[in-house]
């Protein structure tokens, strides 16, 4: 049996090629790390550097080409109850309501509707979205289709989110809201986070460590704990020791 003091995640080797008639291309190389629970961790890296060909080999989307992912114990070979994935596009279901999309994946593991129903309200409150259970996704904003996305990837009660540049379409703004947001549902929910960002300011706020990876082939250059206090506060960002880290790994990815 897995020990709660184990890892949640071990990454071991890790390389992705992908190979077509026009040749091959490395887009992932040697990628080492693990990560413990409840840890919030950052992944910032250049277009191209592999960021969402990791996500998605960390979610059993797509098989490594050599190398290991292990959650919790036991090797990822396709995608699982125990983790929550958000994309930079919701691709949420038009024809269903808020509510409807939240449940969706209930549905489909036939939990019975009053459970799934309840569950998805639950999650609406969390995600600050009461009073919105009913609207179609045409009449969200950018920031509110985000939360249901948010929602969504944490109906199954994940171990582990996974969110690929989540806030990537959203003015700063509100892109800085939806980070302390998230701040708040980490703490609240108490899950292990894997994000993906290019916004090296972003990912220092939120995290407790960040793995800058280089251009491609990606590999990682830095892994970068960061020590500043929680709860975080907004002129944190301008602290000499905030600016340090953004610099440190600045020059990690530029290498
Ligand atoms: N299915 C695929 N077939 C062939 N090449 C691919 C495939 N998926 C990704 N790539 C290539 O692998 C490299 C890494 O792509 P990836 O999408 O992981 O980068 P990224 O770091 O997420 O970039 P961005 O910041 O722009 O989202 C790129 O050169 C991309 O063209
Ligand atoms: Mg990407």
């Not at 026009?22 to 960021?51: D, H, M, T, Y």
């Not at 690929?164 to 980070?179: I, N, S, Y």
């Not at 002129?235 to 905030?242: A, C, N, P």
């Amino acid at each position: 049996m897995n020990s709660s003091a184990d890892p949640l995640l071990v990454v071991k080797d890790l390389e992705v090629t992908f190979t077509d008639q026009n040749g091959s291309l490395q887009a992932l190389n040697q990628i080492n790390f693990s990560i413990e629970r409840e840890q919030f961790v950052c992944v910032v890296g250049p277009s191209g550097s592999g960021k969402s060909t990791l996500v998605r080999v960390l979610a059993g989307l797509l098989k490594p080409t050599s190398g290991s992912v292990v959650l919790d114990g036991v090797p990822v070979k396709e995608p699982r109850l125990g983790v929550g994935i958000v994309f930079q596009k919701a691709n949420l279901m038009p024809w269903r309501t808020v509510l409807g999309n939240i449940t969706l994946p209930l549905e489909i593991s036939h939990t019975p509707a009053g459970e799934a129903d309840r569950q998805a309200r639950e999650l609406i409150g969390l995600v600050g979205l009461t009073g919105f259970e009913d609207w179609l996704p045409r009449d969200l904003s950018g920031g509110m289709t985000q939360r249901v996305a948010i929602a969504r990837s944490l109906i199954q009660d994940p171990d582990l989110l996974l969110l690929d540049e989540p806030f990537g379409a959203l003015d700063a703004l509100t892109r800085e809201k939806m980070g302390a947001e998230l701040l708040r549902i980490w703490r609240a929910r108490k899950k292990t986070v894997i994000m993906i960002t290019h916004d090296i300011w972003e990912a220092v706020f939120l995290a407790d460590r960040v793995l800058a990876i280089s251009p491609q082939p990606g590999n990682i250059r830095l892994d970068l704990p960061i020590p500043l206090e929680r709860p975080r506060r907004e002129e944190d960002r301008f602290s000499t020791d905030f600016v340090k880290l953004t610099k440190r790994l600045r020059e990690a990815i530029k290498g």
